[in-house]
C-alpha cells in the first residue's frame, strides 16, 4: 500500500524536470521495498545497505530543508501544510534509524513494522520534495548552476593536471573517465587517489599504504597514509595523531620531509604548497615555512592546476576561493578535485559524480 501511494505520488509529478537526488530516491526506494525476509519476517539488511538507505533518507531531508531555505520566496508554490510535520518525523524516524540495534553478524534487522514506517516516511519525504520542486529555477535567492552528471558511484575523485579523471567506486573499485558518462575499469583497488600531472595514479590502499603506478604495476613508497594529493610533491596526510588531525608529509625523492601543523584533508598546488582541513573544518595555507588560516570551514578541499582553490563545505555545498572568501556554487557533495575543465565532486552520498564546466564559472 505505501509503496502504491508512492508511485502515484511519483508517477503524479513525472511530468517536472527531476534532479540527480528525486532519481536517486526513487532507486532506493525500489531496493528498500524488495529486501529480502527472514524466516520471521524480518528485514535484515547489511552494514552497507543500512548505510546506504540512511544516507539517502538524510540527503533528502537536507534537500527539503534547502528547498525551504528562503521560506515565502516563491509565489507560484502553494503553502504545503504539514511540511514542517514531515519533517519533523524524519528527524525522529532518522533518530530510530542510527539506533537500531544489530544481530550476532552486524546486521540490521527490522521488523515488518518498522520497516513500513521507514519506507513511508521516506515516500513522505519524497512527495515533498517533489512539491517543492515543481517549479525549478524560480528562486531568484538560489544560484542557478549546473553541474553535469558524468557518473552514477564513487567515493573519492581526482583529477589531473592534463585532464584525467580517475574515481574509487564500488568495492574500492579504479575507474578512468573516458567522456561522456563512460568509464573504464582501471587495475588496481583504492580507498583514497590521487594523480600525478600525467595522470598516474597515486593511491592508498585499506591497509593505508602508498603505491604508484609505472609500468604496468603498482609500486610501494614506505610509510602509511589517510590522505593524498599529486600537486608539485606527493603530499600525505599520515597516520600519526596529532592535535588537530594527523600530520602533514612532502616526498623528497627518498624520504618525507614533516611539515609543521596536522589536519585531516590535503591538496596541493602545482608549486607544491598544500592547503589543508583539519579535523576541525578549519583551512590553512602553505606560506613557505608554516601554514596560515583561511576563513570558512570545510569537510575536503581541492586545488588546480592554475591555483584555483575549491572546497566542499560543511553544508555540503562547493565554494571557491576568490582571494577574499568564498564563492557559493551550490551542489551536495562529499569530496572534490579541481582539473584544467574545472572542478569535479562526488556526490554527498556517493551517488554521483559532477562536473562544472568552465562557462559556470564567473
Not at 528485514?43 to 537536507?62: I, R, T
Not at 592547503?275 to 570551514?297: D, M
Not at 555540503?316 to 578535485?337: L, S
Request: with cysteine.
Amino acid at each position: 500500500k505505501v509503496l502504491a501511494i508512492a508511485l502515484i505520488a511519483l508517477l503524479a509529478f513525472s511530468a517536472f524536470a527531476e534532479s540527480d537526488l528525486v532519481q536517486d530516491a526513487r532507486e532506493t526506494m525500489e531496493e528498500l521495498e524488495s529486501e529480502g525476509r527472514n524466516e520471521n519476517g524480518e528485514v535484515v539488511l547489511s552494514q552497507a545497505q543500512y548505510d546506504k538507505y540512511l544516507a539517502n533518507f538524510e540527503n533528502l531531508l537536507n534537500g527539503l530543508l534547502k528547498c525551504h531555505k528562503h521560506p515565502g520566496h516563491c509565489p507560484k508554490c502553494p503553502k504545503v501544510h504539514g511540511m514542517q510535520d514531515a519533517m519533523q518525523d524524519a528527524s525522529e524516524t532518522m533518530e530510530e534509524l542510527e539506533s537500531e540495534g544489530r544481530n550476532e553478524n552486524g546486521e540490521v534487522v527490522l521488523s515488518q513494522a518498522q520497516h513500513d514506517k521507514y519506507l513511508a516516511n521516506f515516500s513522505n519525504l519524497l512527495n515533498d520534495l517533489l512539491k517543492c520542486h515543481k517549479h525549478p529555477g524560480h528562486c531568484p535567492k538560489c544560484p542557478k548552476i549546473h553541474w553535469k552528471k558524468i557518473g552514477t558511484w564513487a567515493y573519492d575523485v581526482a583529477a589531473s593536471a592534463r585532464g584525467h579523471i580517475m574515481v574509487v567506486g564500488k568495492g574500492k573499485s579504479i575507474w578512468s573517465y573516458l567522456g561522456g558518462r563512460r568509464w573504464k575499469r582501471f587495475p588496481g583497488v583504492a580507498r583514497r587517489i590521487a594523480l600525478s600531472p600525467d595522470g598516474r595514479p597515486h593511491i592508498i590502499n585499506s591497509h593505508g599504504f602508498i603505491m604508484y603506478r609505472q609500468g604496468g604495476r603498482y609500486h610501494r613508497i614506505p610509510g602509511y597514509a589517510m590522505d593524498i594529493s599529486y600537486g608539485g610533491r606527493i603530499t600525505i596526510i599520515g597516520t600519526n595523531v596529532e592535535t588537530y588531525g594527523f600530520g602533514i608529509y612532502q616526498w623528497m625523492g627518498r624520504q618525507w620531509k614533516k611539515l609543521p601543523g596536522s589536519g585531516t584533508q590535503v591538496s596541493v598546488d602545482y608549486h607544491g604548497r598544500p592547503w589543508i582541513v583539519n579535523k576541525y573544518h578549519y583551512i590553512f595555507r602553505w606560506a613557505g615555512r608554516k601554514f596560515i588560516h583561511v576563513p570558512g570551514k570545510a569537510i575536503d578541499i581541492g586545488v588546480g592546476v592554475k591555483g584555483d582553490v575549491w572546497i566542499i563545505g560543511t553544508n555540503h555545498h562547493a565554494y571557491k576561493w576568490t582571494g577574499r572568501g568564498w564563492k557559493n556554487y551550490g551542489g551536495n557533495f562529499r569530496r572534490i578535485d579541481v582539473g584544467p575543465k574545472g572542478p569535479v565532486a562526488t556526490a554527498w552520498n556517493h551517488h554521483g559524480v559532477y562536473l562544472l564546466s568552465k562557462q559556470e564559472i564567473k
